[in-house]
């Protein structure tokens, strides 16, 4: 089965510092990847996903398999920053892509 | 244009109780998914719904939970004989269908349910 861990439930860091979320994922096909985020009294919503290879807010996240992990970095965090990080997985064998999701890491950005 | 709703956002109610959760997903979304979310943990799928018939729902816990989609566009989870245990977030998301890549899911602000 499917798993994804997030080793970190809260990551404190300052301003202007470089941020990294851990992501590290079981599966022995080949998943896709995303990231959501949860603003405070927001709704989850997505980040950003492996396949694009796009930044979003300055973040990105490389898939690397080798490792099976996904971290998410930025180089520079901002105050806007501070929210909680998904890291999800699917794969087209799930038929229905069902996420699973990891716990979770709360990102806190100190002024 | 208008996100997923959920309603109520809050639920109280007493252990033993019958309790209804809807959702009403993005118009024009055939796919619908339930996900529970326990506190500290992340969301858990619960069941995926593709037009009118719950095409997934391998996540339910026991079959005092069940979910219906009657005309392919709102959903309501139902949960009888309610237990302290059910006591969570309970997160619907829809997303379209079709195109190359796997469609990303809009998530709604979630029912917190409160099993006294």
């Known amino acids: 089965a499917q798993r994804v861990t997030q080793p970190e439930k809260l990551l404190s860091v300052f301003k202007g510092a470089p941020v990294e979320l851990k992501c590290n994922y079981s599966?022995?096909?080949?998943?896709?990847l995303f990231w959501y985020v949860q603003y405070s009294r927001q709704r989850l919503q997505l980040l950003l996903r492996?396949?694009s290879r796009e930044s979003i807010k300055g973040f990105t996240a490389d898939l690397n398999k080798g490792e099976t992990s996904f971290h998410l970095k930025k180089p520079f965090a901002q105050e806007e920053d501070s929210a909680m990080y998904y890291c999800a997985l699917t794969y087209s064998g799930a038929g229905s892509y069902q996420l699973t999701f990891g716990k979770g890491t709360k990102l806190s950005v100190i002024p | 244009g208008a996100g997923v709703s959920q309603t109520p956002s809050n639920k109280v109610t007493e252990k033993g109780k019958y309790v209804e959760l809807r959702c009403d997903p993005i118009?024009?979304?055939?796919?619908l998914y339930w996900y529970r979310q326990s506190l500290g943990q992340g969301p858990e799928f619960l069941i995926y719904f593709q037009g009118t018939g719950a095409a997934d729902d391998s996540g339910l816990p026991n079959d005092r939970f069940f979910a219906v989609r009657p005309e392919g566009s709102v959903s309501t989870l139902k949960i009888q004989r309610t237990e302290r245990g059910d006591s969570a977030v309970y997160l619907c998301?829809?997303?379209?269908?079709?195109?190359?890549?796997?469609?990303?899911?809009?998530f709604g602000p979630g029912t917190r349910l409160t099993v006294l």
């Open positions: 998301a829809s997303s379209s269908i079709g195109g190359a890549l796997i469609n990303e899911q809009f």
């Open positions: 599966y022995s096909g080949s998943p896709e």
């Open positions: 492996h396949i």
């Open positions: 118009s024009g979304h055939t796919a």
